[in-house]
C-alpha cells in the first residue's frame, strides 16, 4: 500500500510561524526531504523532532527522486520541506511531486509562510491579480527583456532577488518599468524587516546610499496602468532620472518610452539644453 507526501511549508524567519499540524506531520514522517539538513535541523532541534533528514537539492534531485518515490510506494511517510517557505515556490520539489502524481501516491499540502504572499499583503498594491516572475534572470540584456514583456501586464509583479543584484535590477526596473509605485520587502519576518516604498529609481538611491545591501528582497511593482502625466520638459525629465540612479541612455529610453516619442527625439531635446 502506498505511503503519502506532504508538502510542508516552513518558516521565512520567525520559527513561530509554523502550524501544530506542520510540527505534527514532521514528528510522525518516516523521512523529511530537505535542501539543507543543516538549515532544517536548526528548525527541527527548535521543536524536539528527530525526524531522519535526506538531502534533496537542484544537485540531486533527479537522481534522488525515484529513490523517494520507491520509499513512498513500500509504504512510507515522507515529507517535503525547503529552507524557508513554500517549497517548489523557486524551491525544489516540482519533480518529486510530479512523479509521485503519476504513481498514484496520495499528496498533501500543509500550508503556511510565502515571502511573496507575505510581502504582497503589507505592500500596500493591488492583490486581485498579480503575477510571481520567481527570481529575474542574473544577466542584464535577459532580465530587461523578462520585464519588457510583463510591462503592461494588468497584474502586480512579484520578483525575489538576491542583496548582490538588487541595485541592478531596481535599475532595470526603472529603465523598463518607468516611475511606477515599487515596494521592496527585506527580511520579512526577521529581526530587520525593512519596507521600502517609492518608484525603483528612489530605492535603488536609498539602498545604494548604505555601507552593504544584506537580507533576502521580494520586489513588488504596480501594474501597468495609465502613463503618469508629466509637465515638466523631457530633458528635466531626463536629469531627474538620472539623478536617482538611473543612467543616460536609459533615461532618455524611459522618457521616449512614457511620451510616446522616438529615442532620436529625446536625444536632441536633451543635448540642445
Given amino acids: 500500500m502506498n505511503g503519502s507526501l506532504y508538502v510542508v511549508s516552513t518558516p521565512i524567519g520567525n520559527l513561530e510561524d509554523i502550524t501544530y499540524r506542520a510540527v505534527r506531520i514532521l514528528k510522525e514522517a518516516d523521512w523529511i526531504a ?6 532544517t535541523r536548526r528548525l527541527l532541534d527548535h521543536y524536539g523532532i528527530q525526524t531522519r533528514t535526506i538531502s534533496y537539492h537542484e544537485h540531486n534531485e533527479a ?46 499540502a500543509l500550508p503556511g509562510p510565502s515571502a511573496l504572499l507575505a510581502g504582497l499583503v503589507v505592500s500596500g498594491l ?27 501586464e494588468p497584474a502586480t509583479l512579484i520578483f525575489y532577488e538576491a542583496p548582490h543584484r538588487i541595485l541592478e535590477s531596481l535599475e532595470d526596473i526603472a529603465a523598463t518599468l518607468g516611475e511606477r509605485e515599487v515596494v521592496v520587502a527585506r527580511e520579512l519576518t526577521k529581526f530587520h524587516e525593512e519596507i521600502l516604498r517609492g518608484t525603483a529609481a528612489e530605492i535603488r538611491t536609498a539602498l545604494e546610499s548604505r555601507d552593504s545591501v544584506r537580507g533576502e528582497f521580494v520586489v513588488l511593482i504596480a501594474k501597468a496602468s495609465e502613463p503618469l502625466h508629466d509637465d515638466r520638459p523631457a530633458e528635466e525629465a531626463v536629469e531627474a532620472l538620472i539623478r536617482a540612479g538611473v543612467n543616460r541612455m536609459d533615461a532618455m529610453k524611459t522618457i521616449a518610452r512614457q511620451r510616446g516619442l522616438s529615442k532620436r527625439d529625446v536625444y536632441k531635446l536633451v543635448n540642445l539644453k
Fill in 126 to 152: 493591488p492583490t486581485d491579480r498579480f503575477h510571481f516572475g520567481g527570481f529575474l534572470p542574473s544577466k542584464q540584456g535577459q532580465r530587461t527583456r523578462v520585464l519588457e514583456l510583463l510591462r503592461d
Fill in 34 to 39: 530537505c535542501e539543507d539538513t543543516r538549515n
Fill in 63 to 108: 537522481s534522488r527522486t525515484e529513490d523517494l518515490v520507491a520509499r513512498l510506494q513500500h509504504g512510507e511517510t515522507g515529507a517535503l520541506v525547503s529552507d524557508a517557505g513554500t517549497p517548489l515556490l523557486s524551491d525544489p520539489g516540482y519533480r518529486i511531486v510530479r512523479a509521485a502524481v503519476n504513481a498514484g501516491i496520495r499528496i498533501e
